[in-house]
């Protein structure tokens, strides 16, 4: 079984994926695009996507790689507007770049984005003191809108404070398959600095350590963000454990994206978006950052990993024979 995972790596080392990075400048009023070679220590490509007057102030930005769709937030238009994408020949880009952003949720100021894996899309209000929730039924199939925007009756209020507590003036926002999570921006050392909360139970706070959180990016097991002195700590996203202080060595954190292959990209306001490994089972401090672009006032991220045609013809049928293979030794053992 080892030799043939080992094959299977050095069969897609020739044709390795590649990450695009969505990150919001607003200050710039810009949304970039940067084509980052995964687990390269080289710099990435950075391509404007859309610049003011179609954006004026970007802030919260998700993609949802399976509808090839991109959501980003707007604080002085207040909308959060939907960018179908496009990916050909080894690059991403608007799916219509002569296209005004679609409105995809009218009227709302929020400054954080996340899609899960089922495309429903969740964003913080941090002056209402609550967490939106959208299915991704709103937004049609077609990769444009089923309306001109989501009406009121198809969005639902996640948490909200004073009626759940944990919710103080959130910031960043993720989901995975069973739960949805926020950080909290005022007294996260007593109400929560990271919240977790799963199919309608009280919220639970997986961390306590800073009173301001911003960005928060969820792996299979544990929970990054990013606090308001500069510091990205790590946590088991499932409570239990005290965070680990992982690096002090971006200028001004904000946002943070994981890969879905064991990478963190950070967004850092000082101009830079930097990476670090963060696909261990237990937060673990790296002190060296690994600089991957220039991008002015980098706020908001959203990672997207996609796969050469190299590589889905050799590793994907082989991976999924492998762990077929394995499922059933593993059955056969435990029998």
Not at 43 to 69: I, K, S, Y
Not at 139 to 158: K, Q
Not at 282 to 296: E, H, M, S
Request: proline share 5%.
């Amino acid at each position: 079984m080892v030799t043939r995972l080992v094959l299977l790596l050095v069969t897609g080392l020739a044709a390795v994926p590649t990450n695009y990075l969505f990150v919001t400048s607003p200050q710039q009023g810009t949304l970039s695009v940067v084509k980052h070679a995964a687990g390269d220590p080289g710099g990435g490509t950075v391509t404007t996507l859309l610049e003011a007057p179609a954006l004026e102030a970007p802030m919260g930005v998700a993609v949802d790689r399976q509808r090839m769709r991109l959501f980003v937030s707007d604080l002085t238009k207040k909308n959060i507007y939907m960018l179908p994408l496009s990916h050909t020949a080894g690059r991403v880009a608007l799916a219509d770049p002569s296209a005004k952003p679609r409105v995809a949720v009218e009227g709302v100021e929020t400054r954080w984005l996340a899609v899960d894996l089922d495309g429903n899309l969740m964003y913080s209000e941090e002056v209402l003191n609550r967490i939106m929730f959208v299915p991704v039924t709103a937004f049609g199939t077609s990769g444009f809108l089923a309306g001109a925007s989501v009406s009121g009756s198809m969005t639902t209020v996640l948490a909200e404070a004073p009626k759940e507590p944990g919710v103080s003036n959130p910031g960043d926002v993720a989901g995975d398959v069973r739960a949805v999570y926020w950080t909290n921006k005022l007294d996260g050392q007593t109400v929560g600095s990271v919240m977790r909360v799963e199919n309608n139970t009280a919220p639970l706070a997986i961390a306590r350590n800073a009173d301001k959180v911003y960005g928060l990016a969820v792996t299979p097991t544990l929970a990054f963000f990013s606090d308001g002195n500069g510091d990205i700590f790590g946590s088991g996203k499932y409570g239990g454990s005290d965070a680990v202080l992982v690096t002090s060595a971006a200028a001004s954190p904000r946002g943070l994206a994981y890969d879905g292959d064991g990478s963190i990209y950070v967004a850092d306001k000082g101009g830079t978006v930097w990476s670090f490994p963060g696909g261990t089972r237990v937060a673990r401090p790296w002190n060296n950052l690994t600089k991957v672009a220039d991008v002015l006032d980098a706020t908001g991220i959203a990672a997207m990993q996609m796969a050469s045609a190299a590589w889905s013809a050799a590793v994907v049928p082989a991976f999924f024979d492998f762990l077929l293979v394995a499922i059933a030794e593993a059955a056969y053992c435990s029998a």
